[in-house]
Each structure stands twice: as C-alpha cells, then as structure tokens.
C-alpha cells in the first residue's frame, strides 16, 4: 500500500520472512516514518542499499492507528498545499507530479465531462 501525508510518502507491505502479521513500513526519507515511530515508539531501521532505505516493524493495529491519526488530523481543503507548508517545494512538486501522472488513469466517463472534468487532462 502506498500512502501519502502531509508528512511524507510511505509503501507498507505485510512481512513475509517473519510471517506474524508484521507491517514493514518503509520510506525513501526519515521524515515519512517519524510520526508512526513516535506513536508506536517502534524504531527506524536503515536498510541501506534498497529501494526504500528506511524502515519500521509494527502491527497490523499499530499501522491502523497510525492511518487513523491521520484522519483525525486532516484539516486542510488542498493536500498539494498542505504537503508545501510541511515539506517544502521539493515535495510539493513530487507530489504535483503524482497527481499529475493519475489523471492518466481517469475513466472514461470523466473524461467525457460528465462530472465536469476537463477533457484535457
């Protein structure tokens, strides 16, 4: 699963070499896994070398809490905008990218302008 916060961009994954329901929670940048070690005091583990470099073991309800925090935390009406006043301009970029790259995926009946979306995506 892929997940981005206002804090940063995380991929989560069941871990198949312990095989007990552990989430391995990863990130390309430190700042994307504070939050959840903090609640979880779970520790950051580097793994250098890897596609994500920095990592932390938690539960399935440990990882569910961290989701729900952020829930609870959503106060904003523009995550682009939000992720530049966290982040900066770097990240703000990355993430305009992103949103950019999935209006390739919109269906069909979007792009004919049923819902008001530009056909010109």
Do not use: C
């Not at 301009?89 to 992103?98: F, R, T």
């Amino acid at each position: 699963m892929w997940v981005f916060t206002q804090d940063g961009f995380i991929s989560a994954v069941e871990d198949k070499q312990k095989n007990n329901g552990t989430i391995v929670v990863r990130s390309r940048d430190r700042q994307s896994l504070e939050l959840i070690s903090t609640l979880t005091g779970a520790e950051i583990h580097p793994s250098p070398g890897r596609d994500y470099p920095y990592r932390v073991f938690v539960t399935r309800e440990q990882f569910a809490e961290f989701l729900t925090s952020n829930v609870y935390a959503l106060d904003y009406g523009n995550f682009k905008d939000r992720v530049w006043e966290a982040r900066g301009d770097v990240w703000h970029d990355a993430a305009g990218s992103v949103w950019s790259e999935m209006l390739s995926v919109t269906d069909q009946e979007a792009r004919d302008n049923r819902y008001g979306i530009s056909a010109r995506y």
